[in-house]
């Protein structure tokens, strides 16, 4: 894996007013099992639980291997510059054919797709992974490899995190969302630190072979599951203009806009941690293949702690949103500046916990307010705005370390957090000015 309905939700419910004191049943004190429960719902489904094994399985292998295909490029270029293209190769496909990979997704059937799509992304592993161990690699297969995966995930994104909504339902889809996010990041707890020892004890092509074998799993629990308990939305028919007409949908909704807009400056500055960390580690406090794998297993142990929070509370809307890119902004601000590298992994925990929690809080809010025939169309415009401005912003944050020092690089994605924090709010407050259905639901959801 690369990095997921009826009417518009898009603010939490507001609380029932409190029982008077003589109320003959107050309510009772939430339980340690009482938030299990509600933090890990979703997993009550079969179909998601055998989907999330495989994924977990395949995820802790992805995460190797963009670790050991970042310290691959490095070694083979001690560029920067050229660490940021194989990232904009990898992730261009997203921008330019990702709405349409949505367009795709509304059409088709999305376990079938999947199964095609997730045993693609396999055999690209296995194939970088034989090139690295027989050492003939070369840079500019690295770069026509990261091409390929990158055309696959552009299909692949829009169509798994739709799926996840035919897996669950609407009632679980936000904890769905939500658990998948912190799978995510356990796996980035896990597989750059791994990778970083496999790379220092048997090199970096067993990273890549490690991953390919892990698709087994992922395409086994979707050739497993029960079709007959899956709610799939009825397929888009073909039709001319269905991406403009998507587009269309997504401008005239805030709900969907904003978040979109918000998304789009952190994807471009801040989510360039492929560029940004292997330079700040090796080039900052001179360390090697095992620091950048625990630097990276820090941020994400944050975020799988983030993530269990967020699945508990089960917050969507765009204060919340808010709440989490000021949160992104000031931490990877810390981690940029602090002086030894003990500490700079200490902040980085709070940066998976603030960067998982604006990702799951953003597409929970897109999922629940899409029309179920536009939902795929909005992931993918999701996905173009989180992956698809890596092209941009990749080869951005390794020519501004080039310029400057490696610092700079997460302190421009710091400051691009805050700014989408600032631009949000001032967007829904102008939206909820204009008056209107939509604009009452987005003031309760700033109030």
């Known amino acids: 894996m690369s990095t997921v309905n009826a009417g518009p939700v898009t603010a939490p419910i507001p609380p ?5 004191p003589n109320h003959p049943n ?6 340690p099992q009482n938030v299990r429960q509600r933090t890990f719902s979703s997993l009550k489904v079969p179909n998601y639980r055998l989907f999330m094994t495989g994924q977990s399985i395949s995820l802790v292998g992805t995460w190797m291997q963009m670790t050991a295909q970042s310290w691959l490029v490095l070694t083979l270029t001690h560029s920067s510059t050229a660490l940021g293209l194989v990232v904009a190769l990898q992730t261009l496909p997203v921008l330019l054919f990702g709405p349409y990979g949505g367009v795709v997704a509304d059409r088709a059937d999305k376990q079938r797709l999947m199964i095609i799509l997730q045993t693609a992304m396999g055999i690209q592993a296995l194939v970088l992974g034989l090139l690295t ?14 091409v390929v995966l990158g055309m696959n995930n552009a299909f692949e994104n829009a169509t798994r995190q739709s799926f996840v909504r035919e897996m669950v339902g609407r009632d679980e889809l936000r904890n769905a969302i939500t658990l998948n996010s912190v799978m995510v ?6 597989g750059p630190a791994v990778g970083g020892v496999l790379i220092a004890v048997v090199g970096i092509g067993i990273c890549f072979l490690f991953n390919a074998a892990s698709f087994v799993a992922v395409v086994a629990s979707l050739v497993r599951m029960d079709r007959s308990a899956l709610q799939p939305s009825p397929p888009t028919p073909r039709a001319r203009g269905q991406l403009r007409e998507g587009l269309r949908y997504a401008a005239a909704t805030p709900t969907i806009a904003i978040p979109l807009a918000m998304m789009g400056l952190v994807g471009l500055l801040a989510y360039e941690f492929q560029v940004s ?4 580690v090796e080039r900052t406090f001179h360390g090697g293949s095992v620091a950048f794998g625990f630097m990276t297993s820090a941020m994400g142990v944050g975020a799988v702690v983030g993530g269990l929070f967020t699945a508990a509370r089960g917050r969507t809307g765009l204060r919340p949103m808010v709440i989490a890119s000021t949160g992104f902004g ?4 810390a981690a940029a500046y602090a002086p030894v590298f003990a500490l700079s992994c200490a902040v ?12 799951a809080i953003g597409n929970s809010t897109i999922q629940l307010t899409s029309d179920p025939e536009k939902r795929g169309r909005m992931i993918a415009l999701w996905q173009v705005a989180f992956q698809g401005t890596t092209p941009i912003g990749g080869p951005l944050v390794g020519w501004v370390i080039a310029l400057s020092d490696p610092r700079s690089g997460l302190a421009v994605g710091g400051v691009s957090c805050l700014v989408a924090a600032a631009g949000g709010l001032v967007l ?9 259905r939509t604009e009452t639901e987005l003031a309760a959801d700033l109030a």
């Not at 990041?185 to 896990?190: F, I, L, Q, S």
């Not at 000031?330 to 601000?333: E, F, P």
């Not at 925990?349 to 998982?356: C, D, E, K, P």
Request: hydrophobic share 55%; proline share 13%; with cysteine.
């Open 428 to 436: 829904a407050r102008r939206v909820v000015a204009r008056g209107g």
């Open 277 to 280: 960390l292997p330079v700040f």
């Open 16 to 20: 029932n007013p409190p029982n008077p």
């Open 348 to 359: 980085m925990l709070l940066v998976g916990w603030a960067s998982v929690s604006f990702i």
């Open 26 to 31: 107050p309510p009772k004190p939430p339980t």
């Open 330 to 333: 000031v931490s990877m601000l």
């Open 133 to 146: 161990v027989f050492g003939v690699v070369s840079f500019w297969e690295v770069c026509a490899l990261a």
């Open 185 to 190: 990041n356990a796996a980035r707890a896990v």
